[in-house]
């Protein structure tokens, strides 16, 4: 690309508004662990939300969406919507209990929860597991995705963009700890957002002068719907397939439908099916994880009251699923028209790595087609999305190194300057580990199936460990073995099945595995869940006992969580991100279709519905979440 001195001018604005004022975070950071980690427990929801939104928008993120749309069509994107249903049960259902067990990470969450050695076990090997090995892992993903771009870009060899990134990154990450990453990450996410937006029209304008000579991005949105109504997918297997095709048989994936031609089976219960019925339950995935956790419950832990963690989550899913997706989606069929085939990116960018170059890869394509100015505000926007998103995990990953590890197994009776120094310096290590992995993966989907696969069939542990005083952290312990050696072993005895198939084996055999241990393993001691029942208020049958022996009464259970009110929010959650999604899908596509534009108002009216019950769920149990701090403050009080 050819970057003018104005564009580079507009980076270096751009990094200067992102990062400076983090800089004036540092002394309070770096008081204690609370302050680094966790922000001293006083983050608003509008600040957790957008932080939440902008680490979940990495540098890697437009580059997978486009390889899905190239390779499934727009419907591919189900491998994520789906995970609608875990993010708003989130909001509904997990927020506040994690806000109540009141621990500084989600790992110290299992001592709370669990006891004895089992417990600490669970809770330092989760430590290395997930703050180490998971943690670098998807850290790789996106240093993979940077180094992508800024090979297509500027031409960068990757070692040139892991150094270049690794020293903001990091820097940043140990310097100002989560109050500096809230900060950037709030401004980066409206930088990003209107990077994108630019991407998008500008890929529309270079579309219309394509196929009508007219550089007009209404005319270009009008001719890629009419060009892309013809084409289907029909082939989506082996590494880099070439998928699409002209075809008037219906044989194929039509490019546009946001459903899966269910005619396709092995297409559909890998991008519809499995995601929907199974994954959105059963899998662990970051940012996605069934009864909340990770940098997401750290954001929870940090809000200053059960409201705003209640409040922030919500916000971080309609933004997450409505907001972002139709920029990138646009991009990426407009990708289809100037590049229809891996060769052609290729010969567009004769200097890029042959290696480097795969589906993921048209997204940073299509920029080359960015005015000047509009350069600089991308550039800027991809070091946003990279850094939201490494400066989350680094300190995320930190906190787990040296709260739930160092701390508790190898150094007890440090000082809190000793503790945000260890965290500081964990940052280095875990960047140069991440680093490294960036170096052996090839794309975005190869590492997201990875990381489904390792996770599959321990979510619904994660989930029912708030419902059911019978699960154990050796339920926890044999779920980890399990979807490990199944993620290893099953492809290997079953090497002609999909990834689909593969991912459904796992789910049950580790699922199957933990249930049966928490019905023959070794319990949680009586007192603790009896502790963590006052402390935490959970609902349902699987508490019953223990709630009895605490002295609480169905009543104060009842007033403490809505279940009802909950489900209420759920549901209506779901169908406003799914209506207001498709809405905005059918009146992009409506241009001369009556039918889509009719759709489209159709999908708006149910929006309308759904909205207004969930403002009031949302309304009722905000009101019933001030009244219970209200009361824990009065408990504390009197106690005092």
Known sequence: MIISWIDWVIVVVTILVCFVPALFLAKRSGSSTSEFFASGRSVPWWLAGLSMVATTFSSDTPNWVTEQVRRYGVAGNWQWWAFVLTGVSTVFFFARLWRRSGVLTDLEFYELRYSGKSASLVRGFRAIYLGLFFNCFIMGMVTLAACKIANILFGMAPWQTIVITGVLNVVFAAHSGLWGVLVIDMIQF????????????????????????????????????????????????????????????????????????????????????????????????????????????????????????????????????????????????????????????????????????????????????????????????????????????????????????????????????????????????????????SLTMSSAQQAFQVLLSIGAGTGLLYIARWFWWRVSAWCEIVAMVMSLITSLAVPYLMPDAGFATTTIVQVGITTVAWLITAFVGPTTDRATLIAFVQKVTPVGPGWTAQRAAAGITDGEVAQENRIGAAFVGWISGCVVIWSSLFAIGNFLYSSGDPTRLKTAWILTAVLAVSGFVLLRVTQQLWSDSTASQAREEARVAKGG
Not at 245 to 267: C, K, R, Y
Not at 350 to 355: G, I, L, R, S, Y
């Open 190 to 437: 409206f930088i990003k957002m209107t990077a994108v937006f630019a991407a998008a029209w500008f890929s529309l304008v270079e579309v219309g002068r394509r196929l009508a000579d007219d550089a007009n991005g209404w005319v270009g949105l009008k001719l890629l719907v009419a060009k892309l109504s013809t084409l289907q997918v029909v082939q989506t297997t082996g590494a880099n397939p070439q998928p699409i095709v002209s075809t008037q048989d219906g044989a194929g994936q039509p490019i546009l439908d946001l459903l899966p031609n269910f005619s396709m089976s092995e297409l559909a219960l890998m991008i519809f099916i499995l995601p929907i019925a199974i994954s959105w339950w059963a899998n662990w995935y970051p940012g996605a994880e069934p009864g909340g956790g990770s940098y997401i419950a750290q954001r929870m832990l940090a809000s200053k009251s059960e409201k705003d963690s209640l409040g922030g989550t919500l916000f971080f899913n309609v933004a997450h699923y409505v907001l972002r997706p139709w920029p990138w989606i646009i991009t990426a069929l407009c990708s289809i028209i100037v590049y229809p085939d891996l060769a052609s990116i290729q010969a567009a960018f004769p200097n890029a790595d042959a290696t480097l170059i795969g589906h993921d890869s048209a997204f940073p394509a299509m920029l080359k087609f960015l005015p000047v100015g509009f350069v600089g505000l991308m550039i800027g926007g991809l070091l946003a999305a990279n850094s939201s998103t490494i400066l989350t995990h680094l300190n995320w990953g930190s906190s787990y190194l040296v709260h739930d590890f160092y701390r508790r197994f190898i150094k007890k009776d440090a000082t809190e300057a000793h503790y945000v120094n260890a965290g500081r310096l964990s940052t280095v290590v875990l960047y140069v580990v991440a680093a490294l992995l």
